[in-house]
């Protein structure tokens, strides 16, 4: 009878958990920025599965837990002491293989999305020497949709390519093919692009959420790092590797756009001459060594000498105002 | 339970330890007393825990605008890098060593650590250490602001140009620091090789014993590495060589490997001793043998192993190759799994037992339910495309508060409390000890819980300012940290008064197995007077078995619960 | 449970005696642990060395294209012989025979300080410095490393002299010459490793 009961109770408890664990992979689509590139919706699935699962594990857990905090407790007088188990081998070897099995699996998946994404260029491949799987992993045969994204890019239009210049405390995009330069990142939708990724002095980190891809930037050593932005707007892009002072203002914006508009824009910024853009880091800096410096009183606290930022990059576009925080 | 006798309490407290000077002046001292320089440690800590916290307590302050308006910039990063080196060397570290060189001679039944001296002398470089990192914030341009990693190139850089900066302070500190860890981790390990008391086969050693012996073998062969980079970035920046420096034609990634060959294992010399303290706890105030308790300790040991072999995925988003990864990936899920032995042990020690909701057993219940949750999203950070988003972000810095406030913190507090009357013969008071409990695990889950979904919207870490769409998420962490700052009230007040005045309550009060109960509240000098002769396993609640064959303190009249009879209770 | 008591006790009053009286025994466990600890910092400054040696293809300051093998391999001949000195030296005591101790202690000074001497001829010929790039950095960090720890070995070395003049010195064990011979094969085999790696690497 107590058994039929405790089967009972153990089967409704699974069901409500498995529930709570399915609705919270539902939810955690909801934690993330837009999904912005193909890459972002690879992440958000990969994601979600471990929320699931990871729900799954904690209420499994927690409800025994709880269960037995609330119903073994000693009652007042009593000092007894509880049934001296000391061990179980089976349930042992069940909740070492268990977990063994599910992390081997949570890997293999994480790796075939890894795969899938194929965000680091064929520069690593040479780099191991080993030339003959420089065929991209993307052209592998995947079924889901981003990944057909992915390949469409691939496949349908050459790869722009688009050089990333990191610096204390400023972003520069050059557009090799053109040879114009930016301080606000544009880029075409539905293209591979692909960033050669340098820096000037310090470690730094491209990271722009909304694509949910992030690289270390990484002096004397060129990186390449691919992606797919398939959905229009304006995003952010932030420096992710502490780079000193300056660091948290060290961002710039991202604008996805659709093909024509984005081969206007590059029109546009050809005919203009280079001009020094705006930079938070050299505004703050003059500001706080001005004599009279307004910012002076901004700040309750005042701090030390810095390493100077560099000058304000030259640039033929660069946007009229300090960045926009995207829309939340 | 004893009278105690209020009327005259100074006179009773004496002077338990004959032969020493006043009673708290020998706290002052260079004494060579494991249990006197455990609470050396154990206060210094603590001194500098809430100097850290008030750190952090700025920088709380700082982020509950969006902008960088209360202090600078340079500032800010100061704080966070003293905030983090302060907690991890000057607080962690340094308390969980103080708890075990109180407790492993007591528990494994020896008269004291294998090197006395030494072990002093690992004691008194701790203040150096602290008055060093101190320091820093005096000398022209400020203390470190490369945050505690001290990442080169930044590291290296040296905005004032003197020899004499934050930087070379805060190398140097950590360096002694790192001198005085591996001469206590000799002493541990010998100490636990080759002082158990007679009887004591590894096997009926405690679970507590196990976890120090393997976050001190981490120590002993991760410090090192840390040592050796830290060596080359102090000739960096001081001689001017090339090691790290790109601009010389060094490779700061190097530097990475180095740091976090240590300092990924470094958390499990933390996590490790609480497991341990885990361990000991739920058993007690459950009053239940341990659950699978030989897989419990051995799994102390594979994580020792196991911990050395994952330090890559701090460096996921490094210029990292693919192959490395994806195998150091896999390496660092495998670690999951030993915790989650851990775990599934406790749960499974409680189940039908006969709990107690004491302050101890609430901060070990408390600590175990966090660390369920900050190693499931511990699992999320192994998986490289999880970590290439997260990586750098606040969930990375609600991830490892859980693991450092939520599960070490609060052990820490469960193993003080737990053996408080131990140390001083007193008990705490229970209502101060649950409302600190209730303070602690609101203020936890206050402050850190938003930081996850601050850092999957995209909010890097280590940033004075930040955009608007994160304010939500800041200004709850916020003020969960000034409620966690409040915390802290309840439990020095409840220390203070009752290590003073609280209740005398004998030599065991929690009716508790282990050596470290045999002796008296406080523990005399040598702790026994005949080294106790081990005959049975360390958790042998509910089976009427002695543990001891002797009576290791003859003299001792006061013993109710002697636990070299039969439990006098028993039904 | 009697029964048991009985048998432990028996069986373990000696292990008791040993343990309790046995602190040269510790002394020399942890010494070992220490010195394996310490071999860390040389594996990691060795691993440095061979990340960098391959990873930059021209890591040679101009103008330097390798480094000269022959002195230093009487250098090593000699350090290496001086650990069978040392051992020598050790069995003198062992037997009781404090001149044979000393004299060979003695000589395995004067072939560390050989060494030593041997060294820094070798670094004030060298045309490159500690600034000058990885190689010149990773060189006399290395050996500059390796040269404190031989300096450390001889001045432990003297202190063992200076205290056999001491009588009674050796009446609890002579672990202080133990653990100073630990040290110098240490210092030996983390040298020949070096070597290896430095010289006959290149
Ligand atoms: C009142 C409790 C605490 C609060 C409110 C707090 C808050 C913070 C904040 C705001 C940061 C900086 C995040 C950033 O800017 O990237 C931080 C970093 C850090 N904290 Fe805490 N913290 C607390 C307790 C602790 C404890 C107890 C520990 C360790 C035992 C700890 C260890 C660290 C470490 C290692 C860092 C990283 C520093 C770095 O990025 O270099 N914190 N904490
Ligand atoms: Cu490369
Ligand atoms: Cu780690």
Redesign the pocket.
Known sequence: MSKLRAILIMTVYAILVTLASIWMAKQSYSWFPPEASAESKLLDDLFSLFTGLGTFIYLGVIGPFLYSLVFHRARKYDMSDGPPIEGNTWLEIVWTAVPLVLVLTLSFVSYRTYEKMAVRGPMELVHLHLPQIIQPAYAAPFDSTPQQEIENAVETAPIEEIDVTAKQWAWVFHYPKQDITSTELHLPVNRRVRFTLRSEDVLHGFYIPAFRLKQDVVPNHEIDFELTPVKTGTYRLRDSM?SGTYFAANQADVVVQPFNEYQQWLADAAAASPTPAFNQAAFEYSQANDQEGATKDNVVVRGWDTIPPASPPVVNYAPKHEPDSPPT | MTNISLEAPEVVRGQPYPGAPDNWKRFFTFSTDHKVIGIQYIVTSFFF?LI??TL??I??GE?ITPDADLVDRTV?NAL??M???I??FM??FPVLVGLGNYLVPLMIGARDMAFPRLNAVSFWMVPVVGVLMLASFLVPGGPSQS???AYPPVSIQNPTGNLLNGQVLWILAVAISGVSSIMGAVNFVTTIFRMRTPGMTWFRTPAFVWSVLGAQLIQLYGLPALTGGAVMLLLDITIGTSFFAPERGGNPILYQHFFWFYSHPAVYV?ILPVFGMFSEILPVHARKPLFGYRVIAASSILITVVSGLVWVHHMFASATPSWMRILFMVTSMLVAIPSGIKVFGWVATIWGGKIRFTTPMLFALGGISNWLFAGITGIFLASVPIDIHVNNT?FV?GH??YV??GA??MGIYAGIYHWFPKMTGRMYYEGLGKLHFALTYL?TAL?FLPMHPAGLMGMP???ASYDLEFAYWNVL?SL??FL??LSTLPFILNMVSSWIRGEKVGNNPWRAYGLEWLTSSPPTVENFEELPLVVSGPYGYGRNQPLVGNTPNPGLTEFPESLTAMQSDEL | MTAERVISQDVEATVRQHQEHDAAGNSKFGFIVFLLSESVIFLSFFTGYIVYKTTNPDWYPPGVTGLETREPLINTLVLVSSSFVIYVAERYLHDKKLWGFRIFLLATMAMGGYFLLGQAVEWSSLPFGFKDGLFGGMFYLLTGFHGLHVLTGILLQTLMLGRSFISGNYDNGFFGVEATSLFWHFVDVIWIVLYTLIYVWQ
């Open positions: 502490f | 825990f850290g916290g952090s307590m920088m709380r982020l800010y966070f890098t905030h983090g080196s907690m991890l607080w962690t945050g505690w990693w933390m606040y810095v490892f508060h450092l406030y070490i913190v203020g402050t870490r280590r940033v962490a969960g940290g966690l700052g």
